[in-house]
């Protein structure tokens, strides 16, 4: 299974955006990360990496990667092996990262719960798979005027922000830039690995869903519908149009990118959308998460340190704007740097 953030497509979205990406591969192992951060600490960021076949392939990528962020002068490795061999014998996922000195990040990055759909299978068995509620939408929700089309022309990113715009004001959440997913849309479209969704009633846009595609694996990435017209439940059919579309295309993984763990309550992030995607069929796949592997023990104690500090005091800043500048300028002294957080 392959993913889009380890991707070439990906490499140059994320140099369009002005990243420093920096890539490597040897033996069982590959990997591609970006430079990150800033005042608070320089970091190697690998989305969903390093990709390694083996236990000793993962050590050889990680070795690889502290070398790569201690020549562009990073304090950290942040990691996220999802598609690696990391385990020797009968220890854990945890065990086998703490192992090698690894220590889970301070916030995680990319899902580590999501939900995975085997397109290896024939269309029938998919739709079975799927709750019956969404199996009649799909079959039936032309009756209704609603039609699908898929589009890989990068302006027609703008139907999908808009109904994001509206998303955000109605539910006070934050969602990514325009800029970040009109320029993910110049980029990656060309180049086959995305395609954007648009439902219509009677001609007209009511939503709209950008998915990325790796080279056998398609990522539910962005939507947003239109409220006005939720009692039509369009988007569950739309979400089945574009599985059976990445089957045609020849994919073996549609990933519905994001799901709480079994068990977790309405306080986690992915929660309300869980449902939703699990009536989708797939099975519930767990990743390791996101990792940090120092570079420097002491400047890593350092970022951990002020980043925590900068959490607990996010509601005190009115009352305490002194403290806060200390704590910058703290991590300034340690750094030698100048700048802004963006971890």
Not at 14 to 21: A, C, K, N, P
Not at 23 to 35: I, L
Not at 170 to 196: C, E, H, I, S, W
Not at 198 to 209: C, K
Request: proline share 5%; hydrophobic share 35%; charged share 25%.
């Amino acid at each position: 299974m392959t993913n889009i953030l380890q991707s070439k497509a990906w490499a140059d979205f994320q140099t369009e955006l002005g990243h420093t990406v920096v890539k490597d591969q040897g033996p069982g192992y590959s990997w591609q990360a970006t430079v990150e951060g800033g005042a608070t600490g320089r970091y190697l960021y690998a989305p969903y990496g390093p990709i390694a076949d083996s236990p000793q392939a993962f050590d050889a990528a990680l070795e690889s990667l502290k070398q790569a962020a201690k020549a562009h002068g990073c304090w950290f490795v942040r990691v996220e092996p999802a598609f690696a061999q990391i385990q020797d014998g009968l220890e854990t996922a945890e065990a086998a990262l703490r192992r090698r000195g690894l220590q889970w990040a301070p916030r995680q990055v990319q899902p580590g719960h999501t939900q995975i759909i085997d397109l290896t299978r024939d269309q029938d068995a998919l739709l079975k798979d799927m709750k019956s509620t969404n199996r009649n939408l799909h079959r039936n929700i032309h009756k209704k005027g609603v039609t699908f089309t898929a589009t890989t022309d990068p302006d027609a990113v703008s139907i999908l922000l808009k109904f994001l715009d509206q998303t955000a004001e109605r539910k006070n959440f934050n969602r990514q830039q325009d800029d970040y997913l009109r320029t993910a849309a110049q980029v990656l479209m060309p180049q086959g690995a995305a395609v954007l969704y648009v439902a219509r009633l009677d001609g007209e846009p009511i939503g709209a869903s950008l998915v990325y595609d790796s080279e056998d694996t398609r990522t539910y990435a962005h939507a947003a519908m239109d409220r006005e017209h939720r009692k039509l439940s369009a988007g569950s059919p739309l979400v089945v149009r574009m599985i059976l579309d990445a089957k045609e295309k020849g994919q073996k993984h549609f990933d519905l990118f994001g799901t709480a763990p079994e068990g977790a309550g309405p306080e986690h992030e992915w929660y309300g959308f869980t449902k939703f995607k699990k009536d989708l069929g797939g099975e519930p796949v767990e990743f390791p998460g996101t990792w940090d592997l120092p570079v420097s023990t002491a400047k890593y104690a350092a970022y951990t340190g002020v980043r925590m500090a900068r959490e607990g005091l996010g509601t005190a800043k009115s009352k305490a704007p002194g403290l806060l500048a200390t704590v910058k300028d703290t991590a300034r002294k340690v750094s030698g740097r100048s700048g802004t957080d963006q971890a």
